[in-house]
């Protein structure tokens, strides 16, 4: 019976995520902003307009709020804004932020523009009823007309900060704030607790949670080359880092792969549908691809990934790891060599391993673990740590 409900579950958030990617919205004025309105203090809010209420009850938000761009600019990022019913405790309720995992790279992929958005936020019922506020960020360049800066740390960073920053103008939330994200919003999810103290002081981040993270980008982009979702994902790095950093594409992607490249940056990855497309879109990808053995280590290619892999957390932030046994795109050893430099550098660390579970599930079957440790440090408790265990 419990064998036969993890598989129903799965197979209807597969169902949902098809129906979600189908009905999203396009891009609408909501995401435009002007460059007076865009000029502002970050985490301060441009526009917001009202959402249907979750399934708890909870009142939710589009919010549209200014943020800091790859070159220090001001820019917009769109967010959702999800408060719990009921009167906020005195001192207002602490604030989780979700960094999603990877979306797409195009502006209508925007998690927000999604119809069923509220189920893709892993853990929200459960963090609704603890009386948290959730901010989910987009990213820059989802939702707002950009090119998305994607897999790179430091700007998803910022816009999961400024998330929580909104979020507090909006609903008088407190200053305590956990992250918890999957895959490129682990990535994100660890970045936010590098630049936390020093981007937003006025914060307090009490716990990183992260599932799956994209850590070590060189090793994830070698390890997966030879598949359909490795390629799809060196494919959107570096059409992205391309127009962000201004790398040169066409020095390590063949000429005749390039118009396959542009037309997969164009497809979102919200569903089962969504992926079996872009399997479809890449398969010319098989014969013909990359024009260097390994632009992993070709420059500046490798010098972005060393900087866009997140190092170790600082002391005194606690860090949560959730990993699934199954997971074909991040590795298992690359998530428990993080935790091992994580631990070596005196840090708390406490490791979920799921072993049956893959990439696509993780977040998921995570979730009531993370939300129950991140309801752990908001109550003051000393966070667990396995770091010295076998």
């Known amino acids: 019976m419990a064998k036969f409900a993890i598989v129903t579950i799965r197979i209807v958030l597969f169902v949902v995520a098809l129906v979600s990617a189908s009905a999203a919205s396009a891009q609408t004025p909501f995401y435009r902003a002007s460059p007076d309105q865009i000029a502002g203090a970050p985490g301060t809010l441009i526009r917001q307009e009202a959402m249907m209420p979750t399934r708890s009850g909870a009142t939710a938000y589009r919010v549209l709020y200014r943020s800091v761009g790859l070159h220090g600019e001001p820019i917009a990022v769109s967010a959702v804004i999800i408060e719990p019913p009921g009167s906020p405790p005195l001192g207002g309720r602490p604030v989780v932020a979700w960094a999603h995992?990877?979306?797409?790279?195009?502006?209508?992929?925007?998690?927000?523009?999604?119809?069923?958005?509220?189920q893709q936020i892993q853990g929200l019922r459960e963090m609704t009823e603890q009386g948290f506020i959730v901010a989910a960020?987009?990213?820059?360049?989802?939702?707002?007309?950009?090119?998305?800066?994607?897999?790179?740390g430091d700007s998803e960073a910022r816009a999961v900060i400024d998330s929580v920053r909104v979020a507090r103008a909006l609903t008088g939330a407190s200053n305590r704030f956990a992250v918890w994200g999957h895959s490129q919003g682990g990535q994100a999810a660890l970045f936010t607790g590098l630049i936390a103290k020093t981007y937003a002081p006025e914060l307090d981040l009490v716990g990183v949670a992260a599932a799956a993270p994209a850590t070590e980008l060189r090793t994830l982009l070698a390890d997966d080359i030879n598949s359909a979702g490795g390629r799809n994902l060196a494919a959107m790095t570096l059409w992205s880092w391309s127009r962000v950093f201004g790398a040169p594409i066409n020095s390590v992607v063949d000429p005749a792969a390039i118009p396959v490249v542009d037309l997969l940056a164009g497809e979102c990855i919200e569903s089962i549908g969504d992926i079996l497309l872009r399997r479809r879109t890449s398969r010319p990808l098989e014969q013909r691809f990359l024009s260097v053995p390994n632009f992993y280590d070709?420059?500046?290619?490798?010098?972005?990934?060393?900087?866009?892999?997140?190092?170790?957390q600082p002391p005194g932030i606690p860090l949560l790891l959730a990993q699934g046994g199954a997971d074909g795109l991040v590795r298992p050893q690359v998530t428990q060599d993080y935790m091992r430099r994580q631990c070596a550098a005196g840090g708390s660390v406490q490791m979920v391993f799921l072993k049956g579970a893959n990439h696509g599930v993780i977040a998921h079957d995570a979730a009531p673990t993370a939300v129950e440790w991140m309801t752990s440090r908001f109550a003051g408790?000393?966070?667990?740590?396995?770091?010295g265990r076998n």
């Open 298 to 312: 070709a420059e500046p290619w490798r010098g972005l990934m060393a900087a866009n892999t997140p190092g170790t």
């Open 137 to 152: 960020t987009d990213y820059p360049g989802l939702g707002t007309p950009e090119t998305h800066p994607y897999l790179v």
């Open 101 to 118: 995992p990877t979306t797409g790279v195009a502006p209508r992929c925007a998690p927000s523009l999604a119809l069923f958005v509220f």
């Open 381 to 387: 408790a000393p966070a667990p740590s396995d770091c």
